[in-house]
């Protein structure tokens, strides 16, 4: 009987290595992001799919590498892609969701970790029998060494993730604090992306300390599913950015923005204008309103009536202006006059313009839906 050269764990990864090909040639072909998200997605499925190589030369037991060229190879493109996988998925992030993203000083501050890790390889001469452990030539201080370009290609992974997890998360507050009038499926579906991967590594990293002080074998036992997860993810990050990425819209730079000051106390007749803007003006009936139209309306920048909307109103300019919405559809479902109007026709006269966006925040305003809402008011009219 032959002996295989792949076991159906192996297979994943050839699997991982031939997808990934593929959607570098798609994302080239088919993406409608802007050219630098793009290029950072194509970069970061490169890593991924030569990532997905390196394991499997380093762990295959039926593949005999015997030279010491393509061991230093392995060695250097499996922890270069580990840091390069992280890097890109975190400007990626924040290249789609930022305005007139460019890599300035401080992004290219973040290749201090390629210099870092290649340092590790240069200063231990690390190669694959080392990065296995089981190096004839290994001492105890290139042991050292390669422990500790372990622990850090495990931890930078984590930490690069959650902080494009933080990114999602803050664009989609300075979404909310901008617009009145949005679509939050596609940041929802990037944050759990970005939380998908932060999970993913972060469980190879408790395998990775479960090596350290449990035993190989059972690290190595739970390792696999590691593989399995990761090919799901880049397959589901690529659907994510032909659907939804090239919609999202992005936040501004705000740095770029001269600094305005803003009042610490805020006088009442300021606070008026901005309720006035709303009860008397009637501003939350303009579908697409965003926060500096409002701000120009009623004469104040922009920034200081996100702050007393903050701070006086207890919410963001997305809900403040949704739950004035809500109230004009519910005066409309109470009046009479308004008996035989649709409720389609009730959300857009309200300022809505998403059937979706009115029955989410009727239903967590009032408790029910508009149509139920209607019912009871026209069954309790009846009993009276």
């Given at each position: 009987m032959k002996t295989p050269i792949f076991n159906i764990h192996d297979l994943i990864l050839v699997l991982t290595l031939a997808v990934c090909l593929l959607l570098v040639i798609f994302q080239m072909l088919l993406?409608?992001?802007?050219?630098?998200?793009?290029?950072?997605?194509?970069?970061?499925?490169?890593?991924?799919?030569?990532?997905?190589?390196?394991?499997?030369?380093?762990?295959?037991?039926?593949?005999?590498?015997?030279?010491?060229?393509?061991?230093?190879?392995?060695?250097?493109?499996?922890?270069?892609?580990?840091?390069?996988?992280?890097?890109?998925?975190?400007?990626?992030?924040?290249?789609i969701t930022r305005e007139s993203f460019r890599f300035g000083w401080r992004e290219l501050m973040h290749l201090m970790n390629v210099l870092l890790v290649l340092g590790f390889l240069l200063f231990g001469r690390i190669d694959s029998d080392q990065l296995?452990?089981?190096?004839?030539?290994?001492?105890?201080?290139?042991?050292?060494?390669?422990?500790?370009?372990w622990h850090y290609l495990k931890l930078v992974t984590v930490v690069y993730a959650f902080s494009a997890v933080w990114a999602v998360w803050n664009y989609k507050q300075q979404l909310k604090a901008f617009y009145s009038s949005l679509?939050?499926?596609?940041?929802?579906?990037?944050?759990?992306?970005?939380?998908?991967?932060?999970?993913?590594?972060s469980w190879s990293l408790v395998v990775h300390i479960l090596g350290l002080y449990v035993g190989f074998n059972v690290a190595?036992?739970?390792?696999?599913?590691?593989?399995?997860?990761?090919?799901?993810?880049?397959?589901?990050?690529?659907?994510?950015?032909?659907?939804?990425?090239?919609?999202?819209?992005?936040?501004?730079?705000?740095?770029?923005?001269?600094?305005?000051?803003?009042?610490?106390?805020?006088?009442?007749?300021?606070?008026?204008?901005?309720?006035?803007?709303?009860?008397?003006?009637?501003?939350?009936?303009?579908?697409?309103?965003?926060?500096?139209?409002?701000?120009?309306?009623?004469?104040?920048?922009?920034?200081?009536?996100?702050?007393?909307?903050?701070?006086?109103?207890?919410?963001?300019?997305?809900?403040?202006?949704?739950?004035?919405?809500?109230?004009?559809?519910?005066?409309?479902l109470l009046d009479p006059k308004f008996s035989d109007t649709t409720i389609l026709e009730i959300l857009l006269e309200s300022g809505f313009n998403s059937k979706s966006s009115f029955h989410r925040f009727f239903k967590r305003y009032v408790g029910v839906s508009a149509a139920d809402f209607r019912k009871q008011h026209h069954a309790d009219s009846a009993a009276e």
């Open positions: 993406s409608k992001q802007k050219q630098i998200a793009s290029r950072l997605l194509t970069v970061f499925f490169l890593c991924v799919g030569i990532n997905a190589l390196c394991n499997l030369l380093l762990w295959n037991n039926y593949l005999h590498i015997e030279s010491a060229i393509a061991k230093f190879a392995i060695a250097f493109g499996l922890s270069l892609t580990v840091v390069g996988k992280s890097l890109c998925l975190y400007a990626y992030v924040v290249a296995r452990f089981v190096s004839v030539s290994q001492t105890a201080f290139t042991i050292h060494v390669t422990n500790y370009l679509s939050l499926e596609g940041p929802q579906w990037l944050i759990l992306l970005a939380l998908g991967f932060a999970l993913n590594w190595d036992g739970f390792g696999i599913f590691d593989n399995y997860i990761t090919f799901l993810l880049v397959n589901a990050l690529f659907v994510y950015s032909l659907l939804y990425a090239h919609q999202l819209i992005e936040t501004k730079n705000t740095t770029q923005e001269k600094p305005v000051v803003v009042a610490v106390d805020h006088s009442q007749d300021v606070i008026e204008r901005i309720r006035q803007g709303m009860e008397v003006q009637h501003l939350y009936l303009k579908h697409t309103l965003n926060i500096e139209e409002f701000a120009k309306q009623v004469g104040i920048h922009y920034r200081e009536v996100s702050a007393i909307i903050n701070k006086h109103f207890d919410t963001n300019f997305f809900e403040f202006v949704n739950s004035y919405r809500v109230n004009k559809a519910k005066e409309m």
